[in-house]
């Protein structure tokens, strides 16, 4: 909508009309432009049932709850590239359904079929599919060919538009900076990021601005860099707000098995804070992290951090559970650590990327990010510097490379606040097929 300083700025550029009648046709036109939903392409790897490309695009195609309302997605997906087509692809039928192309070629999905760029944001998903690993275990999905492919039909039609880039910018810490550096120059809106920050918090705790934090644990229940990605990504979404904002880390130590309780044992991290953290999940404290009752047992392991500014903060693994997410902190001057628990709602994080939509058609709507790609950057090196220093565990891993200083921002407005989890309950079975569900109008 516009207001009057808007309204004013368009008339004085708007051309000079013979009538009324053309006035009110460029006034016309000029509003049906402004009310337009942004149109987006959507390029993916791999679009199967639970992918990832199939739980965010359900809500850019379907209304979708987010904080307990009816949202509509307010854009426009009008074209559809897939790398891979694995045993069990939606992508024919969600098109079919939906009316929505699919092309063969990046550049054909974002000019879609045209000549030129034909949309306004992409929608950039390189996570899922098969894809090999290098040498220290990274899965190396496509994410910076997709984002050079993408910027070079924006450079041809120079009009840039906003991207989001799911997960981590890239396994290449190289990669992820040139990525982030050729957004910056060509002033192109980017986020990116994981689905977990924006989860309802349980308790709901704040970090206020300028905290002054001693040290942190962040916890998961996956795998191995795929969930200590997205652990990361919580510890960051919480520690950023600290004193002086972020700086950088100096060294990383990737422990394992009986390592990690000797590092406790010898102070290197706070076996206090993840029992606080596992204490905002299960309501009790736990002894040792491989085997918790009723779950697999796993190999444990640690990512220890070292800040620049003597901070400290540590990523663990405890038990086997995909919906674990838990983070407490140590606040100067408090006894008791603060803690919580990131519920991630019904149907083993799915809902998680309600809110995580959300927070992408925000982007695209309005061309500005709600929280900062330089958190997503800066994790992506954390990560890989990570998975380095697991070739040797134990032995610390100097991080020249993660040096960085970036300030957080208040992204309070994206969150999921759990009201969504009073209409969509743990008893209502999770829908099969492309269906978010979001209750009907009637019930």
Request: hydrophobic share 40%; net charge negative; proline share 6%.
């Amino acid at each position: 909508m516009l207001d009057r300083r808007n309204v004013l700025k368009t008339l004085a550029a708007a051309p000079i009309f013979g009538s009324l009648a053309a006035l009110q046709s460029w006034g016309n036109e000029y509003q049906a432009k402004e009310n337009r939903r942004p149109r987006v392409a959507a390029i993916y790897t791999s679009f199967t049932y639970r992918s990832h490309a199939h739980v965010i695009l359900e809500n850019f195609l379907q209304p979708f709850l987010f904080c307990g309302e009816v949202t509509d997605p307010g854009v426009e997906v009008v074209s559809f590239y897939r790398d891979q087509t694995p045993a069990g692809d939606m992508t024919d039928a969600v098109a079919k359904e939906y009316g929505i192309p699919v092309f063969k070629t990046i550049r054909d999905a974002l000019c879609v079929g045209g000549t030129e760029l034909a949309v306004d944001a992409v929608l950039s998903i390189g996570e899922h599919g098969s894809y090999p690993r290098n040498e220290f275990g990274q899965i190396m999905y496509p994410r910076k060919r997709f984002f050079d492919e993408i910027i070079a039909v924006m450079k041809e039609a120079d009009r840039y538009v906003p991207i989001f880039n799911d997960k981590h910018l890239s396994y290449r810490t190289d990669w992820a900076e040139e990525m982030l550096e050729t957004a910056n120059s060509l002033g192109i809106p980017f986020l990116a990021g994981s689905s977990v920050p924006l989860a309802e918090r349980q308790p709901n705790i704040e970090i206020r601005k300028g905290a002054k934090i001693e040290e942190a644990v962040s916890i998961h229940g996956g795998p191995v860099e795929s969930y200590d990605f997205h652990a990361l990504e919580v510890l960051q979404s919480m520690v950023e707000h600290r004193r002086g904002g972020e700086t950088g880390i100096k060294r990383i130590t990737f422990y394992e098995g009986e390592q990690i309780y000797q590092a406790a044992k010898a102070g290197i991290f706070d076996w206090e804070l993840v029992n606080a953290a596992m204490t905002a999940e299960l309501g009790h404290s736990i002894e040792q992290l491989g085997k918790l009752e009723g779950e697999t047992e796993i190999t444990p392991h640690a990512i220890v951090l070292e800040y620049l500014d003597g901070f400290k903060a540590t990523v663990l693994r405890a038990g086997r559970s995909d919906v674990r997410w838990n983070f407490a902190c140590r606040l100067k001057g408090n006894k008791k650590p603060l803690a919580t628990s990131f519920y991630v709602g019904p149907w083993n994080n799915r809902n998680l990327f309600k809110a995580l939509s959300h927070a992408i058609q925000v982007h695209f709507r309005t061309g500005t990010p709600p929280y900062p790609v330089e958190r997503t950057y800066f994790v992506s090196g954390i990560l890989d510097a990570a998975m380095k220093a697991r070739k040797a565990p134990g032995h610390p891993l100097h991080t020249n490379q993660l040096h960085y200083r970036y300030q957080a921002s208040d992204f309070s407005h994206v969150r999921e606040n759990g009201d969504s989890w009073k209409i969509i309950t743990e008893d209502i079975p999770q829908p099969p097929g492309f269906n978010n569900g979001t209750p009907a109008k009637d019930q």
